[in-house]
């Protein structure tokens, strides 16, 4: 009966101990730092992604991924959550991409800023701040590597497309029609030969051509000197131009002041002479007897001995 009794005390108190360390290590491991929650809520895929996954900042770890759910409003969202220490530098700008782990394929959270990224960080998600997530390194492999096998397809496709029978006949007809070209072409040089043989003397004629040419030139500018230095000179105050205007300008004050008066007074004698000749060719018409009996009296006037006045 005792020996059941120690035994059951034995195994109480291997109980107790027990609690006891189990109790001591998860206080010893909480996590005494009140850490700041944040979101990220994308379609973008998240494969190697776990819980307690790391965050890291830079390259700093500064959190973990306490939570990966679906979004239920918004089929095909993943939503996740973190939790990262107060002290993180988050700002409008930063973004968040995966990263991974060597070879060992083990997903992480990476931040990192964008300086042309600057919106304000409004949006939220069940009031916890969302941070973008875009593509990383990975992401962008795959989707250029399915660019490059598409790519790599179509050139296929076409290579295809150029060896096809047909076209390997006109490639050949192609290879054939430039063979026959460059067998000609071998030809043309004996055919420049003369033509080549030609060109010395075509360039000396050519060389005295500008010779000739620079000789005229030097000429003409001699000759233009020579007329530029005759219009200077007719143009000076006492040049041939000069002396025409004086003679011109004597010859008009000559015939102003000398020949024009003159011309006026034979011109008034002549216009008085003919004005006599007319007064007498009138005397002449109305009285031809006073050629005879010469020039009668006036008839007397109103008021003069022997006056008599007109009968009506």
């Known amino acids: 009966m005792e020996s059941r009794s120690h035994a059951l005390m034995a195994g109480f108190f291997t109980i107790a101990l027990i609690t006891l360390a189990t109790a001591f290590a998860l206080w010893l491991g909480k996590d005494r730092i009140q850490r700041t929650p944040y979101m990220i809520a994308t379609k973008l895929s998240v494969a190697g992604l776990n819980l307690q996954a790391a965050v890291r900042y830079k390259g700093i770890k500064v ?5 990966i759910d679906f979004d239920d409003k918004n089929p095909g969202q993943i939503l996740l959550k973190l939790e990262m220490l107060p ?10 991409t995966l990263g991974y782990q060597g070879v060992t394929g083990i997903a992480y959270v990476q931040l990192d800023e964008d300086a042309n990224l600057a919106p304000p960080l409004v949006q939220k998600f069940a009031g916890i701040p969302l941070i973008p997530l875009r593509p990383g390194m990975m992401q962008n492999l795959e989707q250029r590597g399915m660019a490059i096998l598409n790519q790599t397809e179509e050139l296929s496709k076409r290579m295809n497309r150029l060896l096809d029978p047909d076209n390997q006949k ?17 030809g043309v040089p004996a055919k420049l030969e003369p033509v080549l043989s030609t060109l010395p003397a075509l360039v000396e004629r050519t060389k005295d051509s500008v010779n000739a040419f620079k000789a005229f030139a030097n000429d003409a500018s001699r000759m233009s000197n020579n007329i530029n230095n005759l219009a200077n000179k007719l143009q000076t105050s006492d040049g041939a131009i000069a002396k025409l205007n004086q003679t011109v300008e004597q010859i008009g004050d000559h015939v102003t002041q000398e020949t024009l008066p003159a011309i006026n007074t034979l011109s008034r004698e002549a216009r008085s002479s ?16 006073s050629i005879l009996f010469g020039k009668s009296a006036p008839s007397p006037g109103p008021g003069e001995a022997g006056f008599v006045a007109p009968q009506k």
């Open 63 to 67: 959190g973990n991924v306490t939570d």
């Open 87 to 96: 002290e993180t530098p988050v700002t409008p700008s930063t973004y968040a």
């Open 274 to 289: 003919m004005r006599t000749l007319n007064l007498a060719a009138e005397t002449l018409n109305e009285r031809p007897q």
């Open 170 to 186: 006109s490639l050949t007809s192609a290879v054939n029609t430039i063979g026959t070209a460059a067998a000609a072409w071998q």
